[in-house]
């Protein structure tokens, strides 16, 4: 059986970038991709979510960025990953829905159902978007409408004359409110905590200091926030219109979830249609329990991008590096980590 150098698991935006770095050293390594074509997450993003609502998409190495800013961004992104992986000819194999990694003295064995990939290094960007975070909350099994987490949503109009209730303090709560609140009867927005509003221009110092915060979650152990948490929120133009109807008045947790509605902490049942759980994702790092690279803290400690239980393997889109411009520069670490683990290994066997 070949032994490669490098197996990367995910071809999304980190798993791309880390495959043309490895590339460029020269390094033999595949890509294990779960999905039936290129574009990772974009591929399964909701239908009225544009380029621009995105703000973009960083460019990935040796590339422009993907332009059509009022284009449907689950079509101009996997289109663009689709171009990539042709031009730099990429060795992606798919669909391969990797189950587990193992130890195999000093290699890795990467196992998909009845098929296997031996490695020295591994690099996992599988991200978050096949986690959805769905938190338990009590009496939500005798709700008698219709629970939906972002990771399936079908887009305004099937809220429409509906009330709904949206869950979440993040950014994407905010943007489907907008696009919700102006069709649906009418729309309860609650979330844990007060959410925190940014008052000031993003700029790129901000933005820095933002993913330092986060990088510091992974390299101390703890399980990495989203960088959104620590950015604070924004409301554009588009949702204006929800602004205006009050969409944006936030309401403390409800205490239960009753059949026809949801119980506010006062003791109201606010009766709903919908609950739209917009809670967020878990990194989709499952697969890699095996190897036992978590700490006591609960995430996995990472050094750059390296496992500090386990130096054979890299994350990338994993905390810091979950945004497309974060993801770029965690590929191209990724791959001088791999690079420095393959030295240290061939210097050890001469000697």
């Known amino acids: 059986m070949e032994t490669y150098d490098a197996v990367v698991i995910g071809a999304g935006q980190a ?8 590339q460029r050293r020269g390094i033999p390594h595949v890509v ?3 999905d039936e074509s290129p574009g990772g997450a974009w591929r399964h993003r909701w239908d009225s979510l544009t380029m621009d609502d995105v703000h973009g998409i960083a460019a990935l190495p040796d590339a422009d960025a993907p332009g059509t800013p009022d ?5 101009v992104v996997p289109a663009y990953f689709s171009d990539y992986e042709r031009a730099h000819d990429l060795p992606v194999l798919r669909p391969v829905r990797v189950d587990r990694v193992e130890e195999r003295g000093d290699l890795l064995v ?5 098929r296997s990939w031996t490695t020295r290094t591994l690099v996992n960007a599988t991200g978050t978007w096949t986690q959805p975070h769905l938190p338990y909350y009590p009496g939500a099994a005798d709700f008698r409408g219709e629970q939906l987490h972002t990771v399936s949503y079908p887009g305004p109009e099937h809220f429409a004359g509906k009330r709904v ?3 979440g303090g993040g950014a994407s709560a905010v943007q489907l409110l907008g696009e919700i609140a102006p069709v649906a009867a009418d729309t309860l927005w609650v979330t844990r905590r007060e959410p925190v509003w940014r008052t000031d221009d993003f700029n790129p110092d901000a933005g ?16 990495p926030a989203s960088v959104v948490s620590v950015t604070g929120l924004a409301l554009r133009e ?4 929800a602004s205006l109807l009050g ?9 239960r979830i009753e059949p026809d509605g949801v119980r506010l902490p006062d003791g109201e049942v606010w009766p709903a249609d919908v609950i739209l759980w917009a809670t967020g994702f878990r990194p989709a790092v499952n697969h890699l329990a095996p190897l036992h690279l978590r700490s006591e803290h609960g995430g996995i400690q990472l050094d750059g991008t390296t496992a500090v239980a386990d130096p054979r393997v890299q994350l990338v889109g994993y905390g810091p590096s979950a945004s497309t411009i974060g993801a770029n520069r965690a590929g191209r670490v990724a791959a001088r980590g791999v690079a420095a683990w393959l030295a240290r290994r061939d210097t050890e066997d001469v000697a």
Not at 110 to 114: C, L, Q, T
Request: charged letters at 25%.
């Open 110 to 114: 990467v196992h998909a159902g009845d």
């Open 208 to 223: 820095r200091a933002a993913v330092a915060l986060v990088e510091e979650r992974v390299r101390r152990g703890l399980p």
């Open 32 to 34: 294990l991709d779960a």
């Open 165 to 167: 209730v949206v869950v």
């Open 71 to 75: 284009g449907r961004a689950n079509q």
């Open 247 to 255: 969409a944006y008045e936030r309401h403390p947790m409800f205490s």
């Open 15 to 22: 798993g791309l970038s880390a495959s043309y770095h490895l």
């Open 238 to 241: 588009q949702e204006r219109a």
